[in-house]
């Protein structure tokens, strides 16, 4: 019998390895990776295709083409196709990333042989009807109009165009550019980016790959491929970063919300994984720096978390809170010397262990099911990454010591370079 009263010996994180995964091609080319995993009767086939916010010539475009893939098709109102997919227990889900996005079927695996088929259709025969899109567009832009009234909303727009410029990555959809856009932009983005760019398809969960690559064979492998990709334009372009102090005034507001960054290493960077270690120290997790200094410290805000975020060709390094309005100079006061500190004092032992534990925990827990692998291994494709990269990712973090971390906070924490947004009803 257990014995409640003994508190569990504690047992080191050990890493299992990356699941096992196949991959084959359709007749028409296209790749799919097969991840069998688990014993429950469901499934995922995630097509993934390589286009995004970064491809689109019109502001809006591919959000709204890719949250309007499953709103009609040539033989299904969007009412239909949803009430389809509810008698089959599935469901069909987009989303749009800057450089990848995703059209995903979530089904049991009894009826993959109907669903496959919907998935298909949704992709390939998209019809964006009229009606659906001028819905879309007024909740749009009354959602924005609500958004821009709230102080975080405005502070994060104003922190992504100050710190990325014209740079594809700094885009915010407005009220504006849903006002202008037309059905002809969403139509043209799905003709000329959702099917010409390149595809791949990851299936993962419970089924018989024979069964399931002739299945795709049937609906997918007929496609016919556009082999003429276009360019991401954040290959053609340049950051250019606005440094300093922005406000943007806002009456009658009872707080700010502030946020500060600059640019920094993308996701692929030798020292992106190590800096994960860095970020979570000062803001990353309850725990933090900034939580016990400006949190329960000084009581100047509920939360406030930091870090460094990583995309494919540039990354950013943030720190987001929210204060009242005459705390704002003493919270910003408080995070450099925070940020001071780490570049000069070397973190105790214990501290960085239970980091090191929190990101090792992290890491382990996004290989729990076969959705999460999936969506791991897009990401690590993604960014040009081996399977093996969690792996040494996962050693990285269970080794790296306060020298590196005292080294890493002097070079890649810049407070001269700082980006510093503040919105609300702030008096500098």
Same mark, same amino acid.
């Given at each position: ?12 994180f050990v ?6 995964f196949?991959? &084959? ?7 799919v ?6 014993n429950?009767?469901?499934l ?16 809006a ?11 009609g ?12 997919l ?12 800057f ?6 079927l ?13 998935l ?8 964006f009807?009229?009606e659906?899109?001028?819905?879309y567009?007024q ?11 709230k102080?975080n909303?405005? &502070? ?10 014209d740079?594809?990555?700094?885009k915010k &959809?407005?009220?504006e ?6 059905w002809?932009?969403?139509y043209?983005f799905? !003709?000329?980016e ?24 049937q ?12 360019l991401?334009?954040? !290959?053609l ?5 606005e ?13 700010s919300?502030i946020?500060l ?22 803001g ?12 329960e ?9 930091g ?12 720190i ?6 005459e ?6 006061k408080?995070i ?30 996004l ?10 291994? &897009?990401?690590?494709r993604?960014?040009g ?11 990285l ?22 980006v510093?947004?503040v ?6």
């Amino acid at each position: 019998m257990l014995d409640r009263t003994r508190q569990p010996d504690i047992k080191p994180f050990v890493y299992q390895g990356f699941p096992n995964f196949e991959t &084959a091609f359709l007749e028409n080319g296209i790749e799919v990776i097969y991840i069998p995993f688990g014993n429950i009767p469901v499934l995922e086939v995630q097509l993934v295709i390589r286009t995004g916010y970064c491809y689109e010539t019109v502001n809006a475009a591919a959000q709204a083409a890719f949250k309007l893939l499953t709103d009609g098709t040539n033989r299904f109102s969007s009412y239909e196709l949803s009430e389809v997919l509810d008698s089959y227990g599935s469901e069909i889900s987009t989303s749009v990333g800057f450089e990848q996005s995703t059209i995903t079927l979530s089904t049991p695996t009894k009826h993959v042989h109907k669903t496959i088929e919907l998935l298909s259709e949704v992709y390939t025969q998209a019809n964006f009807p009229s009606e659906e899109w001028l819905t879309y567009q007024q909740r749009m832009i009354k959602s924005l109009e609500i958004e821009e009234k709230k102080t975080n909303a405005m &502070a994060n727009r104003l922190f992504l165009k100050k710190l990325w410029g014209d740079y594809p990555y700094g885009k915010k &959809a407005t009220q504006e550019d849903f006002q202008t856009l037309q059905w002809e932009n969403i139509y043209n983005f799905h !003709k000329n980016e959702i099917l010409k760019n390149e595809v791949y398809i990851i299936v993962s969960g419970n089924y018989k790959v024979d069964m399931l690559h002739k299945l795709l064979n049937q609906n997918l492998g007929v496609i016919s491929l556009n082999n003429s990709s276009t360019l991401s334009h954040s !290959k053609l372009k340049i950051p250019q970063s606005e440094q300093g102090l922005h406000v943007h005034y806002m009456e009658n507001q009872v707080q700010s919300s502030i946020k500060l960054g600059h640019l920094s290493v993308p996701r692929n960077h030798p020292d992106y994984e190590a800096l994960q270690v860095l970020g979570t120290l000062l803001g990353g997790f309850f725990g933090s720096r900034l939580m016990k200094n400006i949190r329960e410290e000084k009581g100047f805000t509920y939360g406030i978390y930091g870090g460094f975020v990583g995309m494919k060709e540039k990354g950013y390094f943030v720190i987001s809170t929210d204060v009242a309005n005459e705390y704002v100079d003493s919270t910003l006061k408080e995070i450099y010397k925070e940020m001071e500190i780490l570049q000069s004092e070397k973190v105790e032992e214990h501290e960085l262990n239970i980091v090191k534990n929190y990101l090792m925990g992290n890491l382990l827990s996004l290989l729990e099911t076969p959705f999460q692998i999936a969506d791991m291994l &897009a990401l690590l494709r993604l960014n040009g990454l081996k399977n093996t990269h969690l792996e040494e990712t996962f050693y990285l973090i269970k080794n790296i010591d306060s020298n590196k971390i005292m080294e890493l906070a002097c070079k890649y924490f810049n407070t001269e370079n700082l980006v510093t947004v503040v919105a609300g009803s702030y008096n500098y």
